[in-house]
């Protein structure tokens, strides 16, 4: 009754009164609205991993699922996921409550206090994910990375790590300034202007046929793969687990309203897809928010709008091959010997050389051998198992996981009979330490300057400028949402399979790219990864033009096994900047010092094309609605890049932060002995491929696309050499 009294009377004194019987009638309702969010996020992510699961099992899955079980949280990243669902869920039900009984709209973290807040965070679990661990007790800290990279900055341990929010370079923009993504509500105007569609945004200017795609004079189709394979060293936003809403229950996959997790990608009426499924909509589920932001952030110092969590570490340390928590960089190591050895395939090789090890997954995403070969004969194979989640969706990406799992082996196998004193935990860590050095040289000597070319690397990315403690290398929202999905646009339409003579292999022919996604089988049953590596070195990338921007494998057919509809890779990016609030186009170039065009003279100049800029006006209405990755694919190349001005700002900013935030890069003083380092600079993703396959003859530039009589023998290509790591014993 007191309780009932005191919301009718002084809701807001009550609720912040120090009298202890007022505190611990307080401490009872949050305890029954904690439970109460318990109980419905437990019951929705237990509905939706019974519904993909099924659906995966009998061969059902439909491209949404796909992406879903792709982009699902695991292990510790899906424990913090749920605490966030539980704090967010809890504050939401208090709300609802008191907005009941007081009969008008109410903000509840105006009406809890930062006590009642803290209580919330620390029975959902969020608490746990806020406080600084300490790195006293942590073993060689100057000598090896920690799989979550915790306390590679000793003063902030969390910066870098796994499982943080991404950095905001400008202050998000939601539709209700906390948490809701602009166009949430279609008929709220933006900068006085309604959002376009993103399919339609789509439709219009990025369409492509796979006929009509260009190809790239001077690049091979490696710098395409290998910009997904630093990606997924970098960045992974976990989805929602759920794929129903936590308010009212519906279904994602089957309906076009706006509720939490669910913000659907609407199909436009003039679209050929809607006369097929007038009634559906892309389904599209919204990243998972980062435990205590938006509304409860700062009970933690942080943000008090929505933000989202990067499961992956911010430093180029191989984690897709290692693992970003202790737990899976365990699980991928074979411990059944003291060889420091990664596991591998215990069924199959690949003509004697090793393959990465099956997952043990209830859901078999990579069961697509009988669907695409139409074959019901044909043996099902599980999905291979890396250090990322997303290896198998290719069988490019795929060949590099496998090809570096090797590497691993190799130079453990090497540093072992160096030094037969070395224990297997030895010999693991400092073959780790290696690989990452190995791509952080790769990274900076031989790919980036093909990307945002010679004048951004002379500006920000040429001499190392040595380790600052105060420098955030945390991956920003921007760059893993927008800047670095450049290389979308430099996807093949095929996956090019090559014989010894680097021409169309006739037994295993070039799959279309929609029948490369999650098909390990092709690597077991169709000759292996040589013929794959082949097809990345000896073929060229496609080439981003304002005419030919993204082809129908991607915009109309990914993760296409059945009749359901198909995804849009272009939308996707859309709309997934859309949910992070990514502010606009004219926002980023501002941050880059570059000019904001106000209209359709403007923007043709800074485009250098009257007939894009009219027609992004024709559908932005303004060029500061201009979604940002929309803005910088469309715009024209730097000199010797592969991106315009907006995205070499962006992506040379993000690399810069993360060489000069990392206290054991390879560089720094004291990582490496001198004599390593001089080895090291002479490392070669050539000579990596030498090693670890048949492959006799390759580009000694192998980002660079030449003619095949230009290959080099890999007994002409120097060793890597590994005598600076022998270790005197006296």
């Given at each position: 009754m007191r309780w009932l009294l005191c919301l009718t009377a002084s809701l807001y004194l009550c609720l912040h009164s120090h009298v202890d019987a007022e505190s611990h009638l307080s401490r009872s309702v949050i305890e029954k609205a904690v439970n109460e969010a318990k109980a419905t996020v437990d019951s929705a992510y237990e509905y939706s991993r019974r519904q993909s699961i099924e659906r995966v099992r009998r061969n059902a899955a439909n491209p949404s699922d796909v992406l879903r079980l792709l982009k699902q949280p695991v292990g510790l990243t899906r424990l913090a996921v749920r605490a966030a669902d539980y704090m967010d869920n809890a504050v939401k039900l208090i709300k609802s409550s008191l907005e009941k009984r007081q009969k008008r709209s109410i903000n509840a973290t105006d009406l809890l206090s930062e006590e009642d807040l803290q209580l919330i965070a620390d029975l959902t679990g969020c608490s746990a994910r806020s406080r600084p661990p300490s790195c006293k007790t942590i073993q060689n800290l100057d000598t090896f990375r920690t799989a979550n990279s915790i306390c590679n900055n000793r003063k902030n341990s969390?910066?870098?790590?796994?499982?943080?929010?991404?950095?905001?370079?400008?202050?998000?923009?939601?539709?209700?300034?906390?948490?809701?993504?602009?166009?949430?509500?279609?008929?709220?105007?933006?900068?006085?202007?309604?959002?376009?569609?993103?399919?339609?945004?789509?439709?219009?200017?990025?369409?492509?046929?796979?006929?009509?795609?260009?190809?790239?004079?001077?690049?091979?189709?490696?710098?395409?793969?290998?910009?997904?394979?630093?990606?997924?060293?970098?960045?992974?936003?976990?989805?929602?687990?759920?794929?129903?809403?936590?308010?009212?229950?519906?279904?994602?996959?089957?309906?076009?309203?706006?509720?939490e997790p669910c913000f659907p990608i609407e199909i436009p009426k003039e679209d050929p897809r809607f006369s097929k499924h007038p009634e559906e909509c892309i389904p599209f589920f919204r990243s998972t928010a980062a435990c205590g932001s938006g509304n409860t952030g700062h009970i933690f110092g942080a943000s008090t709008v929505r933000q989202q969590m990067n499961t992956l570490t911010a430093f180029i340390d191989v984690g897709q091959v290692y693992g970003s928590d202790h737990a899976k960089a365990r699980s991928l190591r074979n411990l059944t010997t003291d060889e420091g050895l990664?596991?591998?395939?215990?069924?199959?090789?690949?003509?004697?050389?090793?393959?990465?090890?099956?997952?043990?997954?209830?859901?078999?995403?990579?069961?697509?051998?009988?669907?695409?070969?139409?074959?019901?004969?044909?043996?099902?194979?599980?999905?291979?198992?890396?250090?990322?989640?997303?290896?198998?969706?290719?069988?490019?990406?795929?060949?590099?996981?496998?090809?570096?799992?090797?590497?691993?082996?190799?130079?453990?196998?090497?540093?072992?009979?160096?030094?037969?004193?070395?224990?297997?935990?030895?010999?693991y860590q400092e073959a780790r330490k290696i690989m990452g050095a190995y791509f952080q040289v790769i990274t900076f000597r031989d790919y980036l300057l093909h990307i945002v070319g010679p004048d951004f690397i002379a500006k920000q990315l040429s001499t190392y400028p040595g380790y600052d403690e105060d420098v955030d290398p945390s991956i920003s929202n921007v760059f893993a949402t927008a800047a670095y999905r450049f290389a979308h646009l430099m996807v093949q339409p095929f996956m090019f399979r090559l014989n010894e003579t680097y021409e169309e292999h006739s037994e295993f022919p070039s799959p279309l790219l929609h029948k490369a996604f999650?098909?390990?089988?092709?690597?077991?049953?169709?000759?292996?990864?040589?013929?794959?590596?082949?097809?990345?070195?000896?073929?060229?990338?496609?080439?981003?033009?304002?005419?030919?921007?993204?082809?129908?494998?991607?915009?109309?057919?990914?993760?296409?096994?059945?009749?359901?509809?198909?995804?849009?890779?272009?939308?996707?990016?859309?709309?997934?900047?859309?949910?992070?609030?990514?502010?606009?186009?004219?926002?980023?170039?501002?941050?880059?010092?570059?000019?904001?065009?106000?209209?359709?003279?403007?923007?043709?100049?800074?485009?250098?094309?009257?007939?894009?800029?009219?027609?992004?006006?024709?559908?932005?209405?303004?060029?500061?609605?201009?979604?940002?990755?929309?803005?910088?694919?469309?715009?024209?190349?730097?000199?010797?890049?592969?991106?315009?001005?907006?995205?070499?700002?962006?992506?040379?900013?993000?690399?810069?932060?993360?060489?000069q935030g990392d206290r054991l890069w390879w560089e720094n003083e004291g990582v490496f002995t001198e004599a390593q380092r001089e080895s090291l600079k002479q490392t070669s993703l050539s000579r990596i491929i030498c090693d670890n396959t048949g492959i006799t003859k390759v580009p000694d530039k192998p980002f660079q696309y030449m003619s095949v009589k230009s290959f080099t023998e890999c007994k002409n290509i120097p060793a890597f050499d590994l005598s600076p790591w022998q270790e005197d014993i006296e």
């Open positions: 969390r910066r870098g790590s796994s499982n943080t929010p991404f950095t905001r370079w400008l202050p998000a923009e939601y539709q209700d300034e906390i948490s809701l993504p602009k166009g949430w509500d279609p008929e709220l105007k933006i900068n006085k202007k309604i959002l376009p569609l993103v399919r339609e945004v789509s439709n219009r200017i990025l369409s492509t046929k796979n006929s009509d795609v260009e190809s790239d004079p001077l690049y091979t189709h490696l710098v395409t793969i290998f910009g997904q394979w630093t990606d997924h060293d970098l960045t992974f936003t976990p989805h929602s687990p759920v794929i129903r809403s936590f308010s009212n229950g519906i279904d994602c996959d089957k309906s076009c309203e706006r509720t990664l596991r591998v395939n215990t069924e199959f090789r690949d003509d004697g050389r090793e393959l990465l090890p099956f997952t043990n997954m209830g859901a078999n995403m990579c069961a697509t051998r009988t669907r695409i070969t139409n074959d019901v004969s044909v043996q099902e194979v599980p999905c291979f198992l890396a250090g990322d989640e997303r290896s198998n969706e290719n069988i490019g990406l795929t060949s590099l996981h496998t090809l570096l799992m090797r590497e691993h082996n190799r130079l453990a196998r090497a540093l072992a009979k160096l030094n037969p004193h070395w224990d297997g935990e030895r010999i999650f098909t390990p089988w092709r690597i077991l049953f169709e000759g292996g990864l040589d013929p794959i590596l082949r097809g990345l070195v000896g073929r060229k990338a496609k080439l981003n033009t304002q005419d030919h921007m993204m082809h129908d494998e991607l915009r109309e057919r990914l993760f296409e096994f059945s009749k359901e509809l198909a995804l849009d890779l272009a939308s996707l990016n859309m709309q997934r900047g859309r949910d992070h609030g990514l502010p606009g186009y004219n926002q980023w170039r501002k941050f880059c010092g570059l000019s904001q065009p106000q209209n359709h003279k403007q923007l043709r100049k800074v485009l250098k094309n009257r007939k894009l800029a009219r027609s992004m006006l024709d559908l932005y209405r303004t060029p500061k609605n201009i979604d940002v990755w929309m803005g910088g694919v469309a715009e024209p190349f730097v000199p010797g890049g592969r991106v315009g001005p907006l995205f070499a700002c962006l992506i040379a900013t993000q690399f810069q932060r993360i060489r």
